[in-house]
């Protein structure tokens, strides 16, 4: 079975620190795999993806994300949080043709 | 570029109350979809369209149709509203129906049905 699976449905940080965001994922064939984020109010924008390219993934607005399959994860990470980065973060696993599987969410509070 | 365009934003709805959620996109994208965003569980398929006149269900299409008439727009339409239907709404589109394709989201209509 395919699944996603965000390991922290809330993540805080100061303004400057790192940002880790954790996502596991199964699937019994190559994925591609997505990091979308939702500000409030407002649809979801694509920060990066996935697609068995270079397993080292750069966005928008510095993020960055991993894909380990021996770990089976794609951990989004930045280097440096700043306070437009406080919004809620999915990570989205491609189940095939026409069909995306999201995580429950991540939501990113960014303290001055 | 207006990109994904949903109406209304908000809306209260009565149990049994029939409604429409419009949506359009002005990219040519021939895959579109509608999606319910409920706490802690992420974003749910409803139903999507790869083209005019081509329809489908996702995972959880009862009670709920679509169309597809043309290319731009995608109305969804519930037909006896029940409270469990109270939800956030996305509509998304793509210029790719396969696994690598890019969703582009309109920012959702809010229906509390009570």
């Known amino acids: 079975a395919q699944s996603v699976t965000q390991l922290d449905s809330h993540v805080s940080v100061s303004e400057g620190t790192p940002v880790l965001l954790r996502c596991n994922y199964s699937?019994?064939?190559?994925?591609?795999l997505f990091w979308y984020v939702q500000h409030p109010n407002k649809g979801l924008q694509l920060l990066l993806k996935y697609t068995s390219a270079a397993t080292l993934v750069k966005g928008i607005n510095g993020f960055e994300a991993e894909f380990k399959k021996s770990e089976t994860s794609f951990h989004l990470t930045k280097p440096s949080a700043h306070m437009s980065d406080a919004a809620e973060y999915f990570c989205?696993?491609?189940?095939?043709?026409?069909?995306?599987?999201f995580g429950a969410g991540t939501r990113l509070a960014v303290h001055p | 570029n207006a990109g994904v365009t949903q109406t209304p934003k908000f809306q209260v709805l009565k149990t049994g109350q029939s409604m429409t959620l419009q949506c359009a996109q002005d990219m040519n994208h021939e895959y579109m979809s509608w999606y319910r965003q409920d706490p802690g569980m992420g974003l749910r398929l409803i139903h999507y369209?790869?083209?005019?006149?081509?329809?489908d269900q996702g995972e959880v299409p009862n009670g709920y149709n679509v169309s597809r008439s043309t290319t731009e727009d995608f109305p969804l339409r519930l037909l006896s509203a029940a409270p469990s239907q109270t939800s956030v709404y996305f509509c998304?589109?793509?210029?790719?129906?396969?696994?690598?394709?890019?969703?582009?989201f309109g920012e959702g209509s809010r229906l509390t049905v009570l």
């Open positions: 989205v696993l491609s189940g095939g043709y026409n069909k995306l599987i």
């Open positions: 369209s790869v083209g005019a006149g081509i329809t």
């Open positions: 699937s019994s064939y190559s994925p591609s």
């Open positions: 998304a589109s793509s210029y790719s129906a396969g696994p690598t394709g890019e969703l582009f």
